[in-house]
């Protein structure tokens, strides 16, 4: 998954002082959610990024960052050129290719990787 937390959220909030039992308690989040955080699952509402960047006193950049897949391809065959786009552990490489290259543009991005 593309979207990653900078850090532990739970521990992050234990840091602070507050505790799993304040959460539920004080119902800043469902348990379900508390569950995600454990899980490192981002799929999580506005709601509940604004509330931990309340708590931590933070703004949501610093808890999400994305990071893409170690391989997107994207093409747009109906142009007269392909544009071939890799990204490599946030590296990207751009190969301009003239329509039919695409596979070689592929296999020379595939060894870049390596």
Do not use: W
């Not at 392909?82 to 552990?89: G, Y």
């Not at 946030?90 to 543009?105: H, N, R």
């Amino acid at each position: 998954m593309p979207l990653l937390y900078k850090f532990d959220i739970i521990p992050k909030l234990k840091d602070k002082g507050i505790t799993t039992y304040t959460i539920l308690k004080n119902k800043y989040f469902s348990q379900s959610t508390v569950t995600k955080f454990n899980q490192k699952d981002t799929n999580i509402n506005l709601k509940n990024i604004e509330t931990i960047c309340k708590l931590l006193d933070c703004q949501p950049g610093d808890i999400l960052e994305y990071k893409p897949d170690n391989y997107e391809i994207i093409q747009q065959p109906d142009l007269e050129e392909i544009h071939t786009i890799a990204a490599f552990e946030g590296d990207t490489i751009i190969t301009k290719t003239k329509k039919g290259d695409v596979d070689e543009a592929i296999r020379k991005i595939k060894e870049k990787q390596e």
